[in-house]
């Protein structure tokens, strides 16, 4: 179709003029939608892709709006741009837009992230900066993101099956794609917009056992769905790791693309004898990775090596999508995790998700960038044709020193300042389950649940099962748990890898309240989820005093929300650290612009960081990462209240960095 696309021509225009430090040198959009007209939309066919009959070379970087603060977005986009981008890809998190079922959050609603939502804007932003779109909706976008992107309500359903044809799963993944599309139908490059391909699902192949059949009806009802939704303007893929899922994840018709970080030559030949008169693309090239908590390294990967796989898979004539080409940040309680096959089975993700890409966590240019700029320039096909804008400056980072912490609240007002307490009567419930948030349960943070039981100096408390995913215990207020000191230990009491274990206490013979604290490290977003025990807290199995089932019990959920944190009344003047966990508080004084920062919490314990509200993300002094990058948009001139929920060993300041220690 010929559309004439009034808005676009507009920007093509701008774009013109800023391309080239100020010289008219042509825009892709110029190149590839000359005067707004469009007739076809990117097609897949033969040996290389055409975007409105001309021959495209896609070259991508993943930049998730969810992970950069929406301050942040344009820079981005431009870092991208003038390293010889001409596409920009993102995921889009189901879970952060439907936070409870049927209530969308595309930037409207008052929820923690809701200003990183406003996807509509990021997509024609993109735009704006000459950038074409590669949409990945989902439903489940793996992504170290909690459960994959998949809201947590789903688990309040018994028989949920996520990720197949199952009703129940369906029904709710039809709901928020048919709410999503009506809002970026109309940015699809055929309607003068910048979206060109959309992806279904993500590495289904990896979704099963070795070569069972996948849930292909599962496949065809998301495309079906899609196309109704009128995005089949846009051209559908699917990825996965050719050499280990082969075509297992694929749709009929559908295009395949690879995702790897090495061996190029051998995923795309295979990619290439599977589908013979297709065009290559690589929709992960995997820059860096990510880490977990515990395991004692920050895992990167070396910039000489990521220049010459890159420069393999560019010679192979193949498209690629760099991801990540920024890492960001799992802010808040949305890192996901991992299970693996081997202790300690489960394995949570860290807050920064810097992925050792082209571009830090922070934004900055590392050497990956400019090896990534002069490797694409190498290989374009359009070199003086369309030129690249220069690289905006970095932006500055400041140690901000350090402040004392000079309030704080002790457990009990914590828990008085939530003011929840759901009654049990037949032993503890998952945090999903709770009647609580409009019937959607809990879905983040921590639970909290007390009983009141006689004690003997010898009684034993033992969980059956597993608690999902850390414990700690209080008697009458005092600690019965100690601090994990040894990544072995997550075998003991308290924590996601023992099973039946049990905690001696000591009563004085009468009535004790006694009080379990579980925290929810993280939903796993890869692989076998559905095999995977995904709801949190204590569930699995009754639990008892001295053999006898405690079945009458009180939660109170802890989810740290701003509202909540931003409420908070009741701060004591701090004199030192508690034994107990509990929040402290500082104030940090800014004289001007605020500018970005990280707080080093090499001496804190364990817990979460809150700034006028917002929440950071976890801190764990086991690491491997040490310090929480604070984006300078959620600072102000004047006081900014720095609040820590530390859950074993706080010390009486809070320091600032201008760099990140990753280990
Ligand atoms: C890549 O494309 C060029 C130009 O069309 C061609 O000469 C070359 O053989 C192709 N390389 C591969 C590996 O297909
Ligand atoms: C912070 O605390 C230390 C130790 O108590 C004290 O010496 C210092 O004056 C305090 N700084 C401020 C700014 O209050």
Known sequence: MVVPAAPLRGLLLLGSLLIGGGSTA????DYYAPGGQVSTGLVGEGDTFKLNGKEILIVSGAAHYFRIHPDYWRDTLKKLRAAGLNAVETYVAWNLHEPRQGV???????????????????IRMAQEEDLFVILRPGPYICSEWDFGGLPSWLLRDPTMHVRTYYEGFRNAAAKFLNDLFPRVVDLQFTRGGPII?????????????QDNPRDKMYLRFLEENFKANGMGESLFFTSDSTTIHQDLGATKGVLQMSNFKTDGDKELSLLKKIQPNRPLMVAEYWTGWFDHWLSGVHTGFPASKFEANLKQILSFNASVNMYMFIGGTNFGFMAGANTMDVF???APDVSSYDYDAPLSEAGDYTEKYFLAKDTIASFNPLAGVVSNPEPPPQRTKKAYGQVNVTGVMDFESIIKAVGVSVLLTDGPVNMEALDINDNNGQSYGYIVYRTSVPLQSDSVLKIRGHVRDAAQVMVDGTMATKPLTNVLHVNNFGWWEGRDKELKLQGEGKVAELTIMVENLGRVNFGHPHKYVQKKGLWEGPVLIDGEEILEWRATPLEFKKKFINGL?????????LP????YRAVLEIEGKPQDTFLDMRTWGKGVAFVNGFNLGRYWHKGPTKTLYLPAP???SGANDIIIFEQNAAVSEVVFSDVPILQ
């Not at 042509?26 to 959009?29: A, I, V």
């Not at 409207?108 to 939502?117: G, N, R």
């Not at 107990?580 to 929040?583: D, Q, S, V």
């Open 580 to 583: 107990t966990p509990a929040l």
């Open 344 to 346: 300690p089975h489960y």
């Open 197 to 209: 391909a959309v992806q279904i699902e993500n590495e289904y192949g990896s979704f099963g056992y």
């Open 26 to 29: 042509m825009t892709f959009y």
């Open 634 to 636: 959620l600072l102000k």
């Open 569 to 577: 009344r009741d701060w004591k003047n701090f004199e030192s650290p």
């Open 104 to 122: 969308f959050d595309y930037g409207q609603l008052d929820e923690d992230m809701s200003p990183f939502l406003d996807l509509v804007s990021y």
